[in-house]
């Protein structure tokens, strides 16, 4: 039975098998795929008739609800086995007792793991079919806080059943929040959302993970979007050794975190507007030790980069989609004289968003005296309303 090399912690597990006493069995010794093995097994009552009769027995059985449908049926050369959910009364072992060769046992058999519950199914019994299929089957995840989308024709005690079903199927979250405002709709510039509470802990300010790096955030101060992580790690990815960079729009830093984490030698400027983001931002750089690489700065980049960072980047990256076509001048001022990149981040419409953007961002860094030598990558990030995506565009100027 002891398979593989991985124990697991030394703690006791009681199996329970039916119309048996249950087991004490140390766990010391067993691995996972031992103890699944253990748990799947189910020995219980079960009527065993001749194949040739098998089809008449699960009708009688289904029709008597005796058959344990959460267990599979099994057979050997001759019989069938057929799972029973009780033992059957006096009437019903004459029914039982009319086909031939059926008898009555004891038979352990294998169960399906069942998958857990998703929070739609357990909402079920709760709340009406028409409404449940309006409601969004995913959420996001910021830290322990899940973030649903709730359509408005919900009423607040359905909601308040929605974060507690929400809360049942998944053990790692804490609170469940609901989205009360588009994304700009309680701070324009700082780009921050209003959230109703649904269930769990009051709160909003969590620890959220992403490749390797630990972000405090306060999602009703300051802008985070856990949809963007595989867009931080695309940027990260491409920087070099000796690169100096400026984070425009850095937020509580994971763009400028996750470099300074995959790169030693560079110097990223973390610019943001928001004091509240600054101060996460921070607090995220001696949590995740790169206070040698990100110079947190407070302040607004119109300001701060004609003052005193003019020239100095090899890459600048403009996350500020809703208005970073207002700031092309300044990230022109920042790439060095001899060139560099910039991560132009804007939403676009179809038709044709990409090309939209690519043309936007070229006439643009055109008009303050720059060249874009080459578009080096463009794509959708992220769809933001129907027929409407954020777009990145990384572009090669001189
Ligand atoms: C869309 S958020 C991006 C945050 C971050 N890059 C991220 O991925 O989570 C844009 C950020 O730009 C900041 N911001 C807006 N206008 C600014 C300005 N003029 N100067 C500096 N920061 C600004 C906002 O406070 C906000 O935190």
Aim: glycine share 4%; charged share 30%.
């Amino acid at each position: 039975m002891v398979r593989g090399s991985n124990p697991l912690r030394p703690v006791k597990i009681y199996l329970f098998f039916e119309e048996t006493a249950f087991v004490e069995h140390p766990l010391r010794f067993l691995n996972l795929e031992d103890l699944l093995v253990i748990l799947v097994m189910k020995r219980t009552l079960c009527l065993k008739s001749p194949k040739e009769e098998g089809e008449k027995v699960r009708k009688l059985l289904v029709k008597l609800n005796l058959l344990d449908v959460s267990v599979k049926i099994e057979r050997n050369k001759d019989h069938l086995f057929f799972p029973l959910l009780k033992k059957p009364n006096s009437q019903e072992m004459n029914k039982i007792g009319e086909i031939k060769g059926a008898e009555i046992c004891f038979k352990t058999f294998k169960t399906p793991i069942r998958k857990p519950k998703g929070f739609i199914e357990s909402l079920e019994n709760e709340i009406s079919f028409e409404k449940l299929s309006s409601l969004p089957h995913s959420f996001d995840i910021v830290g322990d806080i899940a973030i649903m989308e709730i359509p408005p024709e919900f009423s607040s005690s359905e909601k308040e059943l929605i974060g507690n079903a929400i809360l049942e199927t998944h053990k790692n979250i804490h609170t469940v929040l609901a989205k009360f405002s588009k994304i700009g709709e309680a701070n324009d510039v700082f780009r921050t959302r209003k959230f109703e509470h649904l269930a769990g802990e009051k709160k909003t300010t969590t620890v959220h993970k992403e490749f390797g790096c630990q972000y405090k955030i306060d999602l009703s101060k300051v802008y985070f979007s856990s949809r963007l992580s595989n867009e931080h790690n695309r940027v990260a990815s491409q920087v070099k050794q000796g690169e100096t960079i400026i984070d425009m729009f850095a937020g509580v830093g994971p763009f400028s975190i996750l470099i300074g984490k995959k790169v030693d030698k560079v110097v990223i400027y973390s610019i943001d507007i928001n004091s509240d983001a600054i101060s996460c931002l921070k607090e995220n750089v001696l949590i995740n030790k790169v206070e040698k690489q990100v110079i947190p700065i407070h302040g607004d980049v119109r300001k701060i980069i004609p003052d005193s960072l003019a020239g100095l980047a090899n890459r600048v990256i403009m996350d500020l989609p809703k208005s970073s076509i207002e700031f092309v001048d300044v990230a022109c001022l920042a790439i060095k004289p001899e060139g560099g990149v910039i991560h132009y981040y804007c939403f676009s419409q179809e038709p044709s968003p990409e090309e939209k953007a690519i043309r936007e961002i070229t006439s643009t860094v055109e008009f303050f005296g720059r060249n874009v030598v080459k578009v080096l990558e463009c794509r959708k990030v992220k769809t933001v309303a129907p027929f409407t995506y954020q777009i990145v565009v990384d572009t090669l100027i001189e």
